[in-house]
């Protein structure tokens, strides 16, 4: 099947007026449910689609300019994706990403679209996109109803056998097919049940998982008994297929099927398809309410380059395996694994610029560290900053990435981290290029708009990323997260007092600290 038997553009429509955007509304609702969302959701991704548009056509167009918006509706395996382009003023993340009138962050919330992304895009102007998640595999994996793509023959109900294959089944290790997204599913809920909120971006929509495996982004291993039954799967993940970084996970075995080192294999597997792709690394995220992952990572060459304070549901459960779950959500542990890392510049803010080095040298990686530049002024930056903001509502987590810092970079990050907090998306995560020199003086003011530190991810298409992080309405409990190196236990203690810092902060979250903070980055370079 080629690209685009896959992707099939179902409608295209020019709206030049507010007038036009419920016409628009109307086909948009009606071919969604053609391709089977309920009438509900159709009517609800309609109503995002319409909110995106009237907000461009009201907003984004001085009044000299004839407004314009393109709408296209695309169905892709798995999904419907409605794009809005328009080439008016430089669209405001902080308006549309976190919602038109307030209101995008909780639609995503509520279930009105599944992903929303924003940004602008230079010369080819700016682009909403909104994704809502198709089909009923959910439903088909409580209920077991379809038919395994290896033709596997048991059912759910002939678990009772599983133990006697489990003692005597060879498992074999296979390159994932795209038909065998099914059953990679099957596998994760026998594990998780429906409680693995990162499986619900790609592995609990089959045909979403078997389209990123048939255009290369998810190069994955699965672990296959008697009668074709996978057991096991693991994953690099890309953003592209010129990403030089690869995204470790999705590590997964059977319940039935555990204690044979399926888990230690998967991964040697993975390591070695990472090294012969010529990636320059990999990261990958490790749980940290025991050290057993942590270990495997060091074990295998890992290196902790940050600790996300609470990014994982602590919904999650692992069916089999017991254990206190304590808290509403988890910490985890970045590791990077540097094959052929290349060296480079490095501009860290000052507030962080002596985690940022232990980070470097403990990693074994060649940088080169750079102060602000000096005689800087505002008024030398374009107007307007360009960030890239997605939202997933699954975990209740939105990124932004910052493209270009502009003279109103601190009130669009504090006005966006308000907007999506006050809507109930509970992490932020902001990433900021350390090869940027803006990036030693913007991320020195970070904290007073309520970031604090929580990762550098080495490596990347754009260099190396400083990540901060903005929790809200969670609770940190620096006992319950554990460690397993000396080296993780001191990256743990600056994240906690960066943390801390910003609780403590009499000025966190308010223009006039962020500021201040800037100005004296600015004075001391």
């Not at 690209?3 to 609702?29: C, H, Q, S, T």
């Not at 270990?295 to 304070?309: D, M, Q, Y």
């Not at 999650?316 to 890392?341: K, L």
């Not at 990323?465 to 554990?482: F, K, N, R, T, W």
Request: glycine letters at 8%; charged letters at 25%.
């Amino acid at each position: 099947m080629n690209v685009e038997e896959r992707v099939r553009e179902i409608l295209r429509i020019k709206a030049r007026g507010l007038d036009a955007i419920p016409a628009a509304g109307l086909a948009i609702e009606r071919l969604a449910g053609s391709v089977g969302l309920s009438s509900l959701e159709a009517s609800r991704f309609r109503f995002v689609i319409e909110e995106l548009c009237a907000d461009r056509i009201a907003n984004g167009f001085a009044a000299s300019q004839a407004a314009e918006v393109d709408i296209r509706l695309e169905h892709r395996p798995g999904e419907i994706v409605a794009l809005v382009d328009d080439t008016g003023m430089p669209l405001d993340p902080a308006s549309t990403g976190a919602g038109a009138r307030g209101m995008m962050a909780q639609f995503l919330e509520r279930g009105f679209v599944d992903e929303l992304h924003a940004s602008f895009r230079g010369r080819e102007g700016n682009r909403g996109t909104a994704i809502k998640f198709t089909g009923n595999a959910l439903a088909e994996l409580h209920g077991g109803t379809a038919a395994a793509p290896r033709e596997v023959a048991e059912s759910e109900a002939s678990g009772a056998n599983a133990a006697g294959e489990a003692a005597s089944a060879e498992i074999e290790y296979q390159a994932m097919r795209p038909e065998d997204a099914f059953e990679v599913a099957r596998c994760f809920y026998r594990t998780y049940g429906l409680s693995a909120p990162t499986a619900d971006e790609v592995i609990y929509h089959p045909e979403r998982c078997a389209e990123r495996v048939r255009a290369g982004l998810h190069l994955a291993t699965v672990a296959v008994a008697a009668q074709g039954r996978i057991v096991g799967h693991t994953a690099l993940e890309r953003e592209s297929l010129n990403d030089p970084i690869g995204m470790g996970g999705y590590l997964v075995v059977d319940p039935d099927y555990r204690g044979r080192g399926i888990a230690e294999r998967l991964t040697e597997i993975r390591f070695k398809q990472g090294r012969e792709l010529g990636l320059r690394g990999m990261l990958a995220m490790a749980v940290t309410i025991h050290t057993a992952s942590q270990k495997t990572s060091l074990a295998n060459g890992g290196h902790e380059v940050g600790v996300l304070l609470a990014a994982q549901e602590a919904r999650i459960v692992m069916r089999g395996i017991g254990g206190h779950q304590g808290h509403e959500r988890h910490s985890i542990v970045a590791f990077y694994f540097p094959w052929a890392d290349v060296p480079c510049d490095s501009y860290p803010p000052a507030a962080h610029s002596d985690v940022i080095a232990r980070i470097y040298a403990n990693c074994g990686i060649e940088r080169t560290l750079r102060k602000a530049p000096e005689s800087f002024t505002l008024e030398a930056l374009p107007a307007r900053s360009m960030l890239d903001v997605s939202i997933l509502r699954a975990a209740s987590h939105a990124k932004v990435r910052v493209k270009t810092y502009g003279r109103d970079f601190l009130h669009e990050a504090l006005h966006l981290v308000r907007d999506l907090h006050e809507h109930h998306v509970r992490v932020i995560r902001l990433e900021m290029a350390l090869s940027d020199p803006l990036t030693a003086l913007f991320g020195s003011a970070a904290e007073e708009l309520g970031f604090s530190f929580a990762a550098v991810f080495p490596g990347t298409a754009t260099g190396d990323l400083l990540c901060l992080q903005s929790l809200h309405g969670v609770e940190v409990h620096p006992a319950d997260i554990h460690t397993a190196s000396e080296h993780g236990a001191a990256l743990l203690a600056a994240v906690i007092a960066s943390h801390e810092r910003v609780l403590s902060s009499k000025s966190a979250r308010s223009i006039e600290g962020a500021e201040r903070a800037f100005r004296s980055a600015a004075a001391a370079a």
